[in-house]
């Protein structure tokens, strides 16, 4: 890969691996032209700027933006990542408005970041909240005399105890023109002095950063002592720095650097106050569990204490910093985790045994790597099963589901022989459960709705078709109408009741995958069901256009429905379905695969369609 000529901004190779798909999207820099005449592809020159918003790591393309134009980028080759930490950073002389699209506006006064410096009258600059474009070059200050290595920018306002140095690389000729014609008027600007008006000693940016830190972190607390929550005490702390940059622009360099700290996490105090109560609940607990009464607590006047600790700790995983939870987690090496599990396995009263399940949920959306994992690992997901087929309280059983799919969701392995424990009996079970009539326990009817999401979960471990135990015991079944038919609206509606973790799997679109992938399962679909899901698939495809990656599973799932179903009995939406695998196979698409999957279907069903 070649390199960026005289350009003033500091890149970095767009590669990275599949699980770290956010940090790729950003701001990149082309590194050669690229012309592309299909539909939906942006078309850029060398050194411009473009922005990707959605990576891929495995495909060819990322979706991006160039001048506010939504499409497609190529992935491989053509652009290196910008360093926004490492470009230079300068003072806005005045205001200008940005009229047009790929313009930025800024403020006099305002303090952004250059992107690119590729053009004498035009530089790329982003601003604090994220916001990029063009700006004249002559309405930014850099300061006169500094060296061809170094910029450094002084604040608008009056307080010299903040000063930003920013290496710059080289300018190249054309850059070094420019400098010269846009000379530094630093009237307006007070002189910088490093040395702190208050006690004389030099205000390092070590110095300045810890006083950011702790700002923002007092700010934040004092939302909370109101009883909100962390994150949303993050979240009112974070719109008031905004609202004040947009209406004080002359404070913006101090502003930024509280803003900026409040997203640094990074200096937790193993001291603070919620660290201290989380250790100090999580050691309370172990001694309980190691009681040698335990088996008899239900004979002890403890609940109350008990229930008061789980309930302390749940309010401290829903309120506190998640970070300060994690640190916390991560110094005692997640023991007070299985801590719990034990706990939950030995406590014999319900109303407990759901605080602690509460506890290791939140535990597992605060955290779900390594937490899920460790649960997985550990007795709970096969004594949570033994629970659910037994129990017949729904306030527990809901909270007992809930965990279970949580486990079972996120994807990682269990134990070999967790697998076979969950066997077909359980599953019976659930699917009994599902299709059974109400019963005098359940008088809300919640129980088919929780055991589906049980039956989806545990499915997602199956990878292959001929293992499924789910398949397999359905397959046994003369009927599974309300399966059938739930599953059905769920796919209709796009919901995902697997979608616990952004990791996890959709289980419905799984599901109806296996289900349609041997005519035994496919069977448990009515031919009106059937011919419904058609008319979901076609849809699904039109609606989503050119370009998008789900139409492979549609079309995937549409040979299925073709292949194992008695289409030829009923040939319904024959035409339609024609027309739009004929359409897909003649677009003009970087979709390959798609292009691919019609073509198959086409000629594997040659005979339906003729």
């Given amino acids: 890969m070649g ?29 050669h032209d690229f012309q592309c005449d299909q539909q939906h592809v942006l078309n850029f020159k060398k050194d411009q700027i473009v922005e990707v918003t959605k990576a891929s790591s495995s495909a060819n393309w990322h979706r991006g ?143 300045k950063r810890r006083d950011y830190v702790r700002i923002s972190s007092s700010l934040v607390e004092g939302v909370r002592r109101n009883g909100v929550k962390y994150q949303t005490s993050k979240e009112i702390v974070q719109t008031v720095l905004e609202k004040l940059t947009e209406e004080y622009p002359e404070w913006n360099d101090q502003l930024s650097g509280l803003y900026k700290a409040l997203h640094q996490e990074s200096d937790l105090q193993s001291n603070s106050v919620d660290s201290l109560k989380l250790e100090q609940l999580f050691e309370n607990l172990a001694a309980h569990t190691e009681d040698e009464q335990q088996r008899g607590w239900s004979c002890q006047d403890d609940t109350a204490e008990i229930s008061s600790m789980l309930e302390d700790l749940l309010g401290l995983l829903r309120n506190a910093n998640p970070k300060v939870v994690i640190h916390v987690l991560q110094s005692l090496k997640y023991e007070p985790l299985l801590t719990l599990v034990n706990y939950y396995q030995l406590e014999s009263r319900k109303g407990l045994k759901k605080q602690a399940l509460q506890v290791l949920y939140e535990s597992m959306q605060i955290q779900p790597d390594p937490v899920c994992s460790i649960l997985l690992t550990s007795r709970l997901p096969v004594q949570l099963a033994a629970d659910i087929q037994a129990n017949k309280v729904i306030s527990l059983l809901e909270q007992q589901c809930d965990v279970f799919c949580s486990c079972l969701s996120y994807p990682n392995a269990m134990p070999r022989n967790h697998y076979d424990q969950l066997d077909d009996v359980f599953i019976s079970c659930l699917l009994a459960a599902i299709e059974a009539d109400e019963t005098p326990h359940d008088p809300e009817n919640l129980i088919p709705a929780m055991f589906l999401k049980c039956i989806l979960s545990l499915n997602l471990h199956y990878k292959d078709l001929r293992s499924n135990k789910v398949c397999n015991v359905l397959k046994s079944r003369p009927h599974a109408t309300v399966l059938s038919e739930t599953l059905l609206v769920s796919f209709n509606r796009g919901e995902n009741l697997t979608g616990n973790f952004t990791e996890s799997e959709d289980g419905v679109r799984k599901i109806m995958l296996d289900l349609f992938g041997s005519p035994d399962t496919a069977e448990l679909f009515f031919t009106n069901d059937v011919k419904v899901l058609l008319e979901v698939l076609h849809r699904n495809v039109i609606d989503r256009g050119e370009g998008d990656t789900d139409r492979l599973y549609y079309l995937q799932l549409l040979d299925r429905v073709l292949s194992n179903t008695d289409y030829k009995d009923h040939e319904h939406y024959k035409e339609e379905i024609l027309h739009l695998l004929q359409q897909v196979q003649e677009e003009e698409t970087p979709d390959r695969e798609t292009k691919s999957e019609a073509a198959k279907i086409l000629k594997k069903h040659v005979i339906l369609f003729t």
């Fill in 3 to 31: 390199s960026r000529k005289g350009g003033g901004s500091s890149l970095k190779a767009g590669n990275a691996s599949d699980d770290r798909i956010d940090e790729m999207s950003g701001l990149y820099s082309a590194l």
């Fill in 65 to 207: 933006k160039i001048n506010g134009k939504a499409g497609f980028l190529p992935a491989n080759g053509y652009l290196q990542k910008v360093d926004i930490d490492s470009c230079p950073r300068v003072v806005v002389r005045q205001d200008f408005e940005g009229a047009t699209s790929g313009q930025l506006k800024i403020y006099e006064g305002q303090v952004v970041t250059v992107v690119a410096r590729t053009d004498v009258q035009w530089w790329t600059v982003r601003s604090d909240s994220g916001k990029w474009g063009q700006v004249p070059a002559k309405f930014l200050k850099m300061i006169n005399g500094s060296t061809e290595g170094e910029v450094t920018v002084h604040t608008p306002i009056e307080s010299p105890d903040i000063v930003v140095s920013r290496p710059l690389p080289p300018l190249s000729r054309t850059q070094s023109q420019l400098a010269t014609t846009v000379p530094a008027d630093l009237s307006s600007v007070p002189r910088s002095s490093t040395i702190s008006r208050t006690t004389g000693v030099p205000h390092t940016p070590s110095n």
